[in-house]
C-alpha cells in the first residue's frame, strides 16, 4: 500500500518554521521564568497572562513536531523499500536524547567534591521525545504494513493518553526504582513524563500519515490548512464540553474529570492553529532565517541549557541572578540571551545533525 503512494520531494518548510518558533519561545519563556524577581508574575497582568499562556504551547510543539517529522521519514524510508537504516538511524538518535538529556544534569564540580545529587535523574524534555522516538520504532515495525491500522492506532493512543491522564496526574510509585519512576511521577522533580506527552507525539504522527498519504493531492495544502483551523479551534473551545458530553451519555467519570482540566486537547488545539498559521506562510519562508534556526533545536537546546542552568560546570545565569531581575531587565536579557545562544548554534553547528554526527563518529573510534 505505501508503495504506491507518490513520495514528496519538496522538504516541509512549515515544520522547520514551527520548529524554530517552539525554540526560541522555549529560549525567552526558560530565561524569564528562572530569572524574573517572583514579585512581578501578576496573574493579573495582561501581558503576563498572554506571555504564560503562549509560553504554554512550547513543549506540545515540540513533541508534536517530533512526532510528525520522525513518523514522516519511517513512512518515506519504507515507501522506498528500505526503512532498515532508518530505523537504525532512529534507534540511535533515540539513545542519544535519552544521553543527552541525562548529561545536562552533570555537575562536575560537585562530583568533584564527592556529591553525587539524585538530580541527574531528573527527566527532562530530551529524555521524553527520545523514549517517544523508540516507541514510534516499535509501532511503526509492528504497523507498518497496515497504514490505515497504523493511524488508528496512533490517533487512539494520542485520545488514550490524554483522557486518562486523572488517573496518573498525582501518581508517585514510591516502591519503584527512581531511575524508572522519573518517567512517571513528577514527585522526584521530574519535569516532564513519558504520560501524557507521548499523546502529542502520537498525534503528531498520525498527522504525518495523513501528509504522507495525500500530500501530492492538489488541493491537499488548501484542505490541511482549513482542517488544521477549524480542528484547532474545535479543540480549544469545545473539547471540554465534548467530553463532558461523553460523560453523560457514557456515565463515565473519567472523561468529566478529563474535561474539568482539559489542558492537553486545548494545547493541542494551540499547536494545530499554528501549523496552519506557519503551513500558510510556507513560501515566503523558504530559506529564511527562521527555518535555518529551526534545523538546529538540538543544538540551541544543548547551549541554552549549559549558559542557563550550567550543565557541567556549575557556573550560570541562575546562579548569579535567580530570580532578581526587573521585568525591562528580563525582556533586554531574553533577546540578548536567544541571540547570543542561536550565533553559537549557527557559528559551530550546522544543522542538529552536527550533534548526531559528531557522537556517531565517538561511537565508531570507539568500536575500532
Known sequence: ?????????????????????????????????????????????????????????????????????????????????????????????GVLLLVIGYSLRINLKSWFEGYFSPYILVIDVLQCIGLALILLILLHMLLKKHSYIFSIVLFSIGCICFVTEPLYRTITLEHVPQFFANYMTKANGSVFTILPWFGYTAFGAFISTVFFRHAHRNSFKTFTIITFFIVGCLLIYQSSWVLKKLSFLTNIEL?????????????????????????????????????????????????????LYGSYTGYSLKRYFNQSLEPSEAILGALIFMTVVCFISFHYAKTNHFVYNLIRKMVDKVKK
Request: proline share 2%; no cysteine.
Open 255 to 307: 472523561f468529566y474529570l478529563s474535561a474539568d482540566y482539559n489542558y492537553l486537547f486545548t494545547r493541542l488545539g494551540n499547536v494545530l492553529i499554528l501549523f496552519g498559521v506557519f503551513y500558510t506562510l510556507e513560501r515566503f519562508l523558504k530559506q529564511s532565517l527562521i527555518v535555518k534556526i529551526g534545523e538546529k533545536t538540538l543544538s540551541i537546546y544543548v547551549i541554552h541549557f549549559v549558559i
Open 1 to 93: 500500500m505505501l508503495n504506491q503512494l507518490v513520495l514528496q520531494p519538496n522538504r516541509l518548510y512549515f515544520i522547520d518554521a514551527v520548529r524554530a518558533f517552539a525554540i526560541l519561545m522555549m529560549l525567552q519563556g526558560h530565561f524569564i521564568d528562572t530569572l524574573l524577581n517572583p514579585i512581578y508574575r501578576d496573574n493579573t497582568n495582561v501581558v503576563y497572562n498572554i506571555w504564560t499562556y503562549f509560553r504554554g504551547i512550547t513543549a506540545p510543539v515540540f513533541f508534536t513536531i517530533s512526532g510528525l517529522v520522525f513518523a514522516y521519514l519511517l513512512l518515506k524510508a519504507y515507501a522506498k523499500g528500505d526503512d532498515k537504516s532508518r530505523i537504525k538511524k532512529g534507534l540511535f538518535r
